[in-house]
């Protein structure tokens, strides 16, 4: 079922078009994600869908009604641009923070009690932002973006700042609130963490949507027609390239690319006349080549 | 509660709780109320120390004329000036040396007053005053006219104009306008000092809501409009309480203070009065000094409060919510509070202006710079209170009042266009026609 759908959206600024023609449409309880350049027009896209900017033309569906600004309630939403009020501390302001999401006084402290023992933070209850680390303060960025259970949690850059054992936290999080029955929507450059977390995804480049779809799909299709072949003894070329071999106790690794008309088992009967078989694998291109290749066209 | 609310309170009372607001909130009355009474104390010890002086007066002419009184002492001595300049021992026995060389009558010049130190005013002008009284009632008496002394006495005359105001129902006031002209610039100041302070408190909690990224995560709740008007009002809030906090606090103090030392200060006061009655020509009689202090009393109870609060109140709020949400646009589009400067200036310049052509309305409450800079929004607040202390026609008022709402209104719209786009532009060094574009958004 679709939660988000994004319809032909336009955005002009001043001297330049920052969307043009922008739709996508987000599938209830997945995880999409937002690809493409510094400048491509992500950040945009995304204020627009939190209903911060309006677009010039086009528009946004939620449960395919029209969004409106009441509907940003059930939107969480961690920007790029992201941070806390330095003097204060950090249980007022997450409880502030809960309240605008709309969330009564009580069922915030409630909700922030249980998020504060999850992630061994509850000391930092009465502590200034300023006394906080960037990291820690990240920690609280996310606890209060999340904490009002909303159907859809937009994540602009989420790893961007983040050290290694953070941004391992946060795609677990992510991953386990998808399980509870939320969508999220995350923009990135991180090409590994969307092979991990995404099931489909946009690459938006110069203002327009490049590549869309379903990831393993994407991969499917940008294939190279190249295998892994682990052999007992060296493979000749015949018929096919042959691009890297290596030895590993006795085991020769080499990767081949096949004619495109002919099929994989074909390819293996040839291989077989030639040595004993240990492993046959597709080598599929990871979504880093693909970025790559499609916004550099 | 509603979203706007929750922003109020959270500017209010982040706001309120400060240190340095409580501080200043609380030393600011006592500092005032300090040096009022650091002066009062300072005006009472110099009283209580009896000062000698020796007069040397060669024409042996003035012997009765210098009284002592609980200041001075004086103490005639025939020893040649010279003789006591050079008496190296007992020079701290007397303050000051006075020696009158030739009759007063002659040479009006003769007297002298020596002294190690400069002499003070206080005992020049009770020399000089006793000096002159005698003198003038031997000239009086040299014309041998019978009772002329107490002809004189009659034809002294000290008149003071008093101002009486007609109101519509042909009513009489009394007024000052002297009391008028200092309420006038008094509260006027205020609100220059309270748009000027706060307005500048609006442009820096923008600017840090931008530097510190909170901006956007609020804004994702909040409409940006939002955000700025309760940052607005909620600041406006905390000018009002810490003016009505000093209010009360002065007075509270003052009163406390003059309860406790009532008798006392009464005394002292009445003693002082006498004191200067009896010093002659330049001070008024102490029956007179009570009346003018009496018609104060009545002129300060003739002034319209309920119209003067009210009307503070609301050029108060119409200023600083015309210059506030400014203040507002310009912390949006600066990156850091260094850049603030460059675009405030043509902000405060208003402000400056009015303030001077505050003062210029004082002189002349009813020219046309007062009327219409009066009328003008960016100079009515301040200028509009220098004027109403001397009666201002309804009708000005109305119209003054209702551009004003007008205007701040028109601000507000414009600053909210230039907020919401300004406040999600991060590292861009903004012009006056970049701003001009989002206007147009």
Known sequence: MTLLEVENVVKQFAGHRALDGVSLTVPENSVYGLLGPNGAGKTTLIRIINCITAPDSGEVRLNGKRMTPEDIQHIGYLPEERGLYKKMKIGEQALYLAQLKGMTKADAKKALKY?????????????????????????????????????????????????????????????????????????????????????NISLVDKSKIVLQGNVDEIRASHATNTYLVKSAKKIEAAGFELKVVSQKNGIFESQIKKDEKETNNELLQRLMFQTEIIAFEEILPGMNDIFIKTVSK | MSKISLIIKREYSTRVMKKSFILLTFLTPLLLVGMIALIVFLGQIKDDKIKKIIVVDKTKLYKEVLKNNESYIFQYSDEKLEDIKNRKEKKNEYVALLYISKDLRIDSTAAVLYSEKQVNLELKTYVSGLLNKYIEQQKLAAYNIPDLKEMVEKSNSNIDIKTIKWDENGKEKEGSAELALVIGMITAFIIYMFIVIYGAQVMSGVVQEKTNRIVEVVISSVKPFELMMGKIIGIAMVGLTQFLMWVVLTVGIMFGLSSAFAQNINLESVEKMQKMGQMGMQAAPASEMTASIQQLITAVNGLDYVQLIIMFILYFLGGYLLYASLFAAIGSAVDNETDTQQFSMPIMLPIIFAIYAGIFAAENPDGPLAFWCSIIPFTSPIVMMVRLPFDVPFWQIALSLSILVLSFIGTTWMAGKIYRTGILMYGKKVTWKEMWKWLKY
């Open chain 1, 115 to 199: 998020w504060f023992e999850k992630f061994e933070i509850q000391s930092w209850w009465d502590k200034k932002v300023e006394d906080l680390s960037k990291g820690m303060a990240q920690k609280v960025q996310f606890i209060t973006t999340i904490l009002h259970e909303p159907k859809l949690l937009i994540f602009d850059e989420p790893f961007s700042g983040f050290d290694p054992v953070n941004a391992d936290l946060l795609k677990r999080e992510i991953l386990e609130l998808r399980d509870k029955g939320a969508t999220i929507i995350f923009s990135t450059h991180n090409m590994a963490t969307v092979e991990d977390l995404c099931e």
